[in-house]
């Protein structure tokens, strides 16, 4: 197509910009200036501004020529209505009302009592009868109220059975009171609140700290599990040796530092011994305020390290955000050697492909395993 062209089809309107181009050199004003009063208040009505700055008055199309008769009087208006509907007369009746009388059909219910009773009748002849048999049947007849609590834990019937009466069943216990007489149950009665039995406490972590400091820098080879978890009174100092140390100990195995109130100050140490241990197959630095660059310099270390078999490090302070998860799940898909891997992600594609990649290296070990075992 030549320039010429061109610029002979760019000059052209089609559609609707063609019908508005031959109104362009009109003047409106000639036109208003030709039209009657009544032809211009007419024009006024049917045309909607769309004027924010209008007042509502002037953009209401609704007008009236009537004069204003002065205030509004609310108890006036309301004698005028009063007024008015007693001069109303009342709509004819087409039935005259008489008293004791109903006007109209009369309520008939679509079933009588008869024809329920045969429905009964008939649904209870097609009903199957269950039979257990002579010795079942026998069996239950004469239960005792304790044989149909075992029987009810047995079956996992939970909504006939308390929280004691079920748990007594799968102990293989009778309930008795303080007397030693076997309790009833209320099989029949009501669900009603059992108060909640209180539990002992989880015994504290005893694990002297600085003795494991210790055997951890003298590589002492009875030392292969560090459990550090719950103790939150260890300085940070310490935490920090702890993690420097297991660079060059050759015969730890499990180091487990959940809610040991850890933050950045041990991600450098850590991330240093990760890239030299050679040992190391667990490693669980979760419940603490590691940041989400904390965690990202964990795993680039993790790029080093091809011993490391589970990694822990969800639930820590702040939001990793979808350019840290989506590293993580690439360092992931690059790594074998990872079989569990603890970390909460907010987005669902680097939570799928971190997914993929634990179970593709749990899928290796097996194929590996059932290799050797043929």
């Not at 004003?29 to 002037?58: F, W, Y």
């Not at 609590?149 to 006939?160: I, N, P, Q, R, T």
Request: hydrophobic share 30%; with cysteine.
């Amino acid at each position: 197509m030549t320039d010429a062209a061109k610029g002979e089809l760019e000059g052209k309107k089609f559609g609707m910009m063609a019908d508005i181009e031959k109104y362009k050199d009109i003047d409106e004003d000639a036109i208003l200036a030709t039209l009657t009063e009544e032809e211009l208040r007419q024009l006024e009505e049917e045309l909607d501004p769309e004027n924010e700055l209008l007042p509502p008055s002037e953009r209401c199309p609704y007008k009236t020529d009537k004069k204003a008769t002065g205030k509004f009087d609310r108890q006036a208006l309301m004698d005028y209505l009063e007024k008015k509907g007693k001069e109303e007369e009342d709509w004819e009746e087409h039935v005259p009302y008489k008293t004791g009388e109903k006007r109209g059909k009369v309520y008939k219910p679509r079933k009588s009592e008869e024809l329920r009773k045969k429905e009964e009748e008939e649904k209870n002849k097609n009903e199957e009868d269950v039979n257990l048999g002579e010795e079942w049947e026998e069996a239950l007849k004469n239960a005792t109220e304790e044989d149909l609590v075992d029987l009810a834990g047995v079956l996992g019937l939970h909504s006939m059975l308390n929280q004691e009466q079920y748990m007594a069943s799968l102990r293989n216990e009778k309930l008795t009171d303080e007397k030693g007489k076997f309790m009833e149950s209320n099989l029949r009665s009501v669900a009603k609140f059992t108060p909640p039995k209180l539990l002992a406490r989880e015994a504290e972590n005893d694990t002297d700290v600085d003795d494991a400091l210790k055997k951890l820098k003298d590589n002492d080879p009875s030392l292969t599990e560090l459990n550090l978890n719950n103790i939150r009174n260890i300085p940070h100092t310490t935490l920090v040796d702890i993690c420097e140390a297991m660079g060059g100990n050759s015969n730890l195995k499990s180091l487990s530092m959940a809610s040991t109130r850890s933050n950045d100050s041990i991600t450098k140490p850590l991330c240093e011994s990760l890239k030299k241990n050679k040992t190391l197959k667990s490693l669980n630095v979760e419940s603490n305020f590691i940041s989400g660059e904390g965690i990202r310099t964990i795993m680039q270390a993790m790029k080093e390290n091809s011993t490391v078999q589970e990694l822990r490090l969800a639930n820590q302070r702040g939001m990793l955000g979808q350019q840290v998860e989506t590293e993580i799940a690439k360092i992931l898909e690059n790594n074998s050697s990872v079989l569990k891997f603890g970390l909460s992600f907010d987005h669902a594609n680097p939570r799928t492909r971190a997914h993929d990649a634990v179970m593709r290296n749990n899928e290796q070990v097996r194929k590996q395993r059932v290799n050797n075992d043929n």
